[in-house]
């Protein structure tokens, strides 16, 4: 669209140090900094809240502790505000758990779930991070298919996976003086253990 977007983010250090309030008023100051700008530059404005199930708990959790539910009240909050303000923002929630989410936050969401990379996603995947380095199209297709369920373990390799552990454990697996093979990184993606699907209520 060539329209300058505004990000900002909401990571688990919002919860703060435990102080009374001070979760709360930082939540409600991440909405009006986002607000502001959206105001002023009327340009789209994402809020991303990370890891969003330590921030947004189901206030229906028996555990929860005073203060969680309070910020999950100023999160509600916030999404009101910006729905009736007519400013250009989205707020984006990111979670593993989808179940622990408060109903209130889901009933003013659309969902969109991600599901694990199937192999044409493997390997378009494997061709942008390893393209460079001489492997086949066969070769990208042959690491693809050892990626994508169902493996060994019965469940395929997340996004993640491969960018955060294949990925570095085959340049550490190739240092200080192996080259970067087909068959170097086939044998790191046969050691590396995909993540386990999260079940909800562990």
Partial sequence: LKTKVHLFRISVQ??????????????NRAFREAGKVAQ??????????????????????VQMHHEDKAGVNALIQGIDRIRISGLPMLVVFCTNRFGAIDPAIIRRAVVHRFSRPNEPQLRQ????????????DTQLQQLAKMASPP??????????????????NAIMRAYPDKPLTFELIAEVLKDTSPTPPFKEGD
């Fill in 40 to 61: 002023e530059s009327r340009c789209p404005t994402i809020l991303l809240v990370d890891e969003a199930d330590t921030l947004a708990q189901s206030r229906e959790a």
């Fill in 14 to 27: 919002t919860r703060g140090t435990g102080l009374v309030g001070e979760m709360t008023q930082l939540i």
């Fill in 125 to 136: 995947m494997f061709g942008m991070y390893f393209g460079d380095i001489g492997l086949t």
């Fill in 151 to 168: 493996t060994s373990r019965g469940h395929g390799f997340t996004y993640s996976d491969i960018v955060n552990k294949l990925i570095p």
